[in-house]
């Protein structure tokens, strides 16, 4: 079955620090990675994604890194703000699945003052 | 405004009654989905659909059916056979163009079961 890991299950980080959340994959058919973000009561909202042709893509203070040989990818938020706190679920989808999505179980941050 | 509705935000359901979940969308996406979210459990897939009058099987479907008559409508219908509905339901959709995976996800429908 196609399964994403991910992990830590709850993370907390100092205003100003450094989060960072992994994931690991088995199927090597998968071609997308996307990172979304969830806030309570919401739905989530992507917030990076990337392809296994490059191995980092950055976007403002989010990174994703991608290791395609050791089948991880790990999301990094570069000086952590109390509004980051929020559920981070990574994603992964095949181009044969139709863009059907197998999400990781979620990391909820959460970001002290 | 293009994006994805949801109705209602608050869903309060007596054992044995059906209930069903309305998810729009005017954002012209051929693809829909539906997702249940349970705390440590992430989001699991229940039905999708890729073009209209179609629709396949996700993860966890059993208790659950939908329909997919008009482009922008994928109502999902909890039925008395979903042993533990009691959850937050996501729709979601996303675009068929080539290269284009994001999925847009609605703000969520809270099922309560009493």
């Known amino acids: 079955q196609q399964q994403v890991k991910q992990s830590p299950q709850s993370l907390i980080v100092q205003k100003g620090g450094i989060s960072i959340i992994n994931c690991a994959y088995e199927n090597t058919a998968f071609d997308y990675f996307p990172w979304y973000q969830q806030f309570p009561g919401k739905g989530p909202a992507l917030l990076i994604a990337?392809?296994?042709?490059?191995s980092e893509k950055k976007e403002g203070r989010f990174t994703i890194s991608f290791n395609k040989s050791a089948k991880q990818f790990s999301l990094h938020i570069m000086d952590s703000q109390p509004g980051d706190s929020a559920t981070y679920f990574c994603?992964?989808?095949?181009?044969?699945?139709?863009?059907?999505?197998?999400f990781g179980t979620g990391t909820r941050l959460a970001v002290r003052p | 405004d293009g994006g994805i509705t949801q109705s209602p935000k608050y869903l309060f359901r007596k054992e044995g009654q059906n209930v069903t979940l309305s998810c729009e969308q005017n954002l012209n996406h051929d693809a829909m989905y539906w997702y249940r979210q349970d705390p440590g459990q992430g989001l699991r897939l229940i039905y999708y659909?890729?073009?209209?009058?179609?629709?396949q099987k996700g993860d966890i479907a059993e208790g659950y059916s939908v329909s997919r008559e008009k482009k922008e409508s994928f109502p999902l219908t909890v039925t008395s056979a979903q042993k533990n509905p009691t959850a937050f339901y996501l729709c979601?959709?996303?675009?068929?163009?080539?290269?284009?995976?994001?999925?847009?996800f609605g703000p969520g429908t809270r099922l309560t079961v009493l």
């Open positions: 659909s890729q073009i209209v009058n179609d629709f």
């Open positions: 979601a959709s996303s675009s068929s163009v080539a290269g284009l995976n994001e999925q847009f």
């Open positions: 994603a992964a989808s095949t181009k044969s699945s139709g863009d059907k999505l197998t």
């Open positions: 990337i392809r296994p042709d490059v």
